[in-house]
């Protein structure tokens, strides 16, 4: 309140000494200048007023100014009399200017404050924001962490632990055999023995698989997985998979459906198959004995449609995504699917490999109504800079065969 006073008082002190030095310059040029060319001088000083301090400032420059035109300028000049017509004219034109460019200028003021105040409303709200968001994507990060963290602990505990638990209950049981040499009651028969080495060999097998996966996650998230890119036909990628799962489907009925005169791919054979193996495991696994899975292939566009298709209980759609998750099968909060035995990588590393070919892999739901479908999109490739990939190849290869003493190839 005391700065707008100040600024009130400051307005008027100029508007007076503005006209009021006005006034003195034009006085001196009295010979030189005529009342027109006085009177604009005036209103440009009163519009000055009117702009920087708005209209009752320059409604006291517009009085002052009348009177100083009055009495320096109009005949007779040093009197003051409003007789003569041109007086009022002058006065009301003064006062008239006065108020309305003060007027547009307090309004324009008033609309710049306006302005001035949303921008650091918006500043503000932007900042909020900001920071909402940022406490938002640390704490969604902390809390993926946080599950990830118990999906490890609970993967290292079940996948770990378990396998750990039998063999060392089964080494357990054959040191206590041979320990106890004369006591026929703690001895094994054949019979006995072959299990308990059965169960070392099928839970060392279990440890293995979980470190590789562990070991293949890494070098994907790392961007170290290395693909060896071969131009080859769908059909035999998809037989050599299905043949390496063929126990896992002793008790389901497979179909094949594969689209004729599809174009060779330039894919990684070897790690298209480890994801087909992987998807037709998972649906042996979570679909019933004696239900149907299918697995076909087809050109979608410039890509490789590769589809799994299950009669199983299917997945729903809100887990769809994190189905993909590392160790996802070991979350607390995945209840809604059942979990078989595995180590929940799988998925994951089937998403890896299928990215690092720059195609993509989701689930959807199957053709007949129910179930799940998994569905793997793969680039077919270029064909001209996989001509020249084969002859470099071929170039290394004849390379290698002529340093071998031999001469052989593999």
Known sequence: MESRSLRAAGGYLVAVLSVGAASGVLKLFRDHVNTTTVALAFLLMILFVA?????RPAVAAAIVGVFCFNFFFLPPVGALTIADPQNWIALAVFLITAVTTGELSARARRRAEEAEAGRREIERLYTELRDAFERASQAEALRRSERLKSAL???????????????????????????????DSAKLDAEGRREMLEVIDEEADRLNRFVEGLVELARIEAGQLDLRRRWGTVDEIVMGALGRAEPLL???AVQISIEKD???VRVDAKTVAEVIYTLVDNAAKYSADGTQITVSAKQADDMMRLT?????PGIPVELRERVFDKFFRAMRDSNAVAHPSGTGMGLAIARG???AHGGRIWIEDSSEGHGTRVAVDLPLGDEDEGVATNDDERV??????QGRPDGAAD
Do not use: N, Y
């Open 153 to 183: 602990l609970d993967a290292v505990s079940h996948d770990i632990r378990t396998p750990l638990t039998s063999i060392k209950a089964s080494v357990t049981t054959l040191l206590d055999e041979l320990r106890a040499r004369g006591d």
């Open 250 to 252: 002793s008790t389901h």
């Open 396 to 401: 290394e290869e004849a390379a290698v065969t």
């Open 51 to 55: 702009t920087k301090f708005g209209s």
């Open 262 to 264: 599809l174009p060779l």
């Open 308 to 312: 799994v298709d299950d009669e199983g």
């Open 353 to 355: 490999i299928v990215e």
